[in-house]
C-alpha cells in the first residue's frame, strides 16, 4: 500500500502538466498573418479592395475575377468585399468608375497640351487609344454595360463625366460650342458628329487591342506605328476647306 501511494504522488504531478500543456500552446494557435498581408485600418479597406480587384482585373481577365480572388489578392477575409460592396456587380461598377474618371483624366490632360480645336480632338483621341492600352482590363470592363449598376452615384457620374468631355471635344474641332444644358437635347447632326467620332477611335481601339491591326501595321512604311494610323485616319474624315 505504502508503494502505491508513492507511485500516485509521482504520478500526480505529472498528470497536472500533461493537463497544462494544451494551455501552454494556445496562443501558438492564433491565426499568423500570410506573409505579404497588410493590416488595414477600416477606412482604407474600401480602396484596398479596388486596388485589389484592379491588379486580379488586370492579371487574370474579367473572367478571373471574383470577390473570393479580391479577398484572396488583398489578404482579407472573403466578406470583406461583400460587405463593403454588396455583390460582384457592386464591386465592378466602383471600379468601373475609377477607369471612367482615370479615363477621363487622361483624355482632359492631352487635349489640354494644344491649343487649336482639330489639335485637341486629335490628342485627345491619342490619350483614349493609349490609355486602352495601357489598361486593357479596366478599358474591356468599362464597356461591359451588363456586368454594370450603370445607376450607381459615383459610375454615372464618372461615364456622364467622359460623355461630355467627348461631346464638348467634336463640337469644338466642328467649331461649334455645345456644353451644358446644350447636351441635354442634341439635334441628329450633333448627334452623328459625336457618334462618328466615338465609333471611329473605340473601333480602331477595339481592333487595335484584338490584334487585328497587325496585318495593316505590318505593311506600313518604316517608322510608321499606331499614332500615324490613328492620325491619318481621323485626319482624313475632317472636311477640307473649299478648293483645297
Not at 494556445?26 to 498573418?33: D, G, K, T
Not at 478599358?139 to 461591359?144: A, D, E, N, Q, V
Amino acid at each position: 500500500m505504502a508503494r502505491t501511494s508513492r507511485e500516485t504522488r509521482t504520478i500526480r504531478p505529472g498528470a497536472r502538466r500533461r493537463a497544462a500543456k494544451p494551455v501552454a500552446e494556445r496562443p501558438a494557435s492564433r491565426r499568423r498573418r500570410p506573409a505579404g498581408e497588410t493590416p488595414y485600418h477600416h477606412g482604407d479597406l474600401h480602396d484596398a479592395l479596388l486596388a485589389a480587384a484592379e491588379r486580379v482585373l488586370e492579371r487574370d481577365g474579367l473572367s478571373g475575377l471574383t470577390l473570393r480572388a479580391v479577398a484572396r489578392e488583398a489578404g482579407v477575409s472573403h466578406a470583406a468585399p461583400t460587405h463593403h460592396f454588396g455583390d460582384l456587380t457592386g464591386l465592378l461598377s466602383e471600379l468601373a468608375a475609377i477607369g471612367f474618371r482615370r479615363f477621363n483624366e487622361a483624355m482632359t490632360a492631352a487635349g489640354d497640351t494644344e491649343t487649336q480645336p482639330l489639335m485637341k480632338a486629335l490628342a485627345r483621341a491619342k490619350a483614349y487609344v493609349a490609355y486602352a492600352q495601357a489598361r486593357p482590363g479596366m478599358y474591356g470592363l468599362m464597356f461591359r454595360t451588363e456586368r454594370l449598376d450603370m445607376t450607381r452615384p459615383s459610375l454615372h457620374e464618372a461615364a456622364t463625366a467622359s460623355f461630355q468631355g467627348l461631346a464638348t471635344a467634336v463640337s469644338l474641332s466642328r467649331n461649334e460650342k455645345l456644353a451644358g444644358e446644350a447636351l441635354e437635347t442634341l439635334s441628329l447632326d450633333h448627334a452623328a458628329a459625336i457618334a462618328r467620332a466615338w465609333s471611329l477611335v473605340h473601333g480602331f481601339t477595339t481592333l487595335l487591342l484584338d490584334g487585328r491591326l497587325k496585318d495593316i501595321l505590318h505593311r506600313l512604311p518604316e517608322g510608321t506605328g499606331v499614332d500615324q494610323l490613328l492620325d491619318a485616319m481621323l485626319r482624313s474624315t475632317v472636311p477640307r476647306p473649299p478648293g483645297a
